[in-house]
């Protein structure tokens, strides 16, 4: 049976912690700041986690055991 392939776009986006969760950017940070406010921004900063209904996908991208 041949190698499984990771998704690599999903491989630049996604980072796994010590316990398994899966870490991920948040959206709407790239352009189009001034009409955002600076707490608005600030917020989006900061990691996320990907939810658990969603996990399931993301670590078939990544090629993870569930």
């Known amino acids: 049976m041949p190698k499984m392939k990771t998704m ?4 630049k ?7 398994g969760k899966v870490k ?3 959206a709407f940070k790239s352009h189009i700041l001034t009409k955002k ?3 608005a921004k600030r917020a989006l900063t900061h990691t996320g986690l990907v939810d658990k209904t969603d996990l399931p996908r993301v670590k078939a991208m990544l090629t993870i055991g569930k």
């Open 8 to 11: 690599s776009g999903a491989k």
């Open 13 to 19: 986006r996604f980072s796994l912690t010590g316990t």
């Open 24 to 26: 991920r950017k948040h």
């Open 37 to 39: 406010s600076t707490k």
